[in-house]
């Protein structure tokens, strides 16, 4: 198993208040505001992954703010190309957490979109979903202050991983906030859980994975007076596979050359039939794995003009 992993950008879109409302507007309202300790560099994390705030606004308890948070893993699209994701995880280091209101908030991890790929928007307070990225919420009781936890991504939050461009999640209150149940209590006071800010400690996103082969289609050469020699190569791979080429008219191909057993680090060679001189044929390699588990992956296209006689080859990759 290979693994990779990235920091974070972000920041914590929150609902404020000042003269309070009513939970279910608290919860399903629009953001107003973001966390100040966002910004387009992952050294610097925004200050609270979740907040609920209730206050006494002129002798009435109502609630005034309520705080998400934005994961923004914008290095997902350097994966490498070509892989299998087993596992995942996000790790958060908490540095503070309060309840003055007795209510035990817990914290999952959740998909989401966003406005910007560098920083949290107001309007990002929507945006993240209530599809759970883990199947395990993070219990308040079990959230240690300077100590660092991890959310273990499941399927969705597996699926979440862009690995040609960026990666989003959200932090918010499960128990309450997602569930959508008014914590109970008659309390005033504040409520939240903070990361560590002002140093590196970013959240931090960790993939498990194996490689499957990078196909290259190559170059080609007269065999004879009605068949071509075509190449191709085969990077590193996790996986037992076999490999072929595709040819035809046009890059709909039709035709195939037999399987062959593919080996890593490699060049491949086949024969191509039944050609005449001037006839113009498209072909690529293509592999696939060989073991329970079937995946294909293709090398580019190139084309070839056929000429029946030893010397140059002639050669065109399609990008």
Not at 238 to 266: K, L, M
Request: glycine residues 10%; charged residues 20%.
């Amino acid at each position: 198993m290979r693994n990779w992993n990235s920091g974070a950008k972000g920041g914590s879109p929150y609902r404020l208040i000042g003269t309070g409302e009513s939970w279910s507007s608290l919860i399903a309202g629009e953001g107003n505001g973001v966390s100040d300790y966002q910004y387009p560099t992952y050294y610097y994390r925004p200050s609270y992954f979740a907040g609920i705030l209730r206050r006494d606004v002129e002798g009435v308890k109502k609630w005034v703010q309520l705080f998400r948070s934005l994961l923004i893993f914008y290095q997902t699209m350097y994966l490498p190309g070509n892989i299998v994701i087993r596992a995942g995880r996000v790790r958060i280091n908490f540095r503070y957490k309060t309840d003055d209101l007795g209510i035990a908030p817990s914290l999952n991890l959740y998909t989401a979109t966003s406005e910007s790929n560098n920083q949290a928007v107001a309007a990002d307070y929507s945006r993240i979903t209530n599809i759970p990225a883990c199947d395990v919420p993070l219990l308040y009781e079990d959230i240690v202050g300077g100590s660092f936890h991890e959310f273990e991504l499941n399927a969705a939050g597996i699926a979440q991983i862009n690995t040609e461009g960026v990666t989003k999640y959200g932090i918010r209150c499960a128990n309450y906030d997602v569930a959508g149940i008014e914590p109970v209590t008659d309390l005033v006071g504040d409520t939240w859980i903070e990361n560590a800010r002002y140093d590196l400690s970013v959240p931090i996103i960790y993939v498990d994975y194996e490689k499957l082969p990078d196909m290259a289609t190559g170059w080609w050469s007269p065999a004879g007076p009605h068949s071509a020699r075509v190449t191709g190569w085969a990077d590193e791979s996790d996986f037992p596979f076999e490999v072929r080429f595709e040819y035809g008219s046009d890059e709909s191909y039709g035709n195939v050359t037999p399987w062959q057993e593919g080996i890593p680090v490699s060049e491949i060679e086949t024969t191509i039939d039944g050609l005449s001189a001037g006839e113009i044929v498209h072909y690529r390699i293509m592999a696939r794995t060989t073991g329970p588990e079937v995946y294909t992956v293709y090398g580019e296209d190139n084309w070839l003009t056929f000429i029946p006689k030893a010397g140059r080859s002639q050669a065109h990759i399609v990008s």
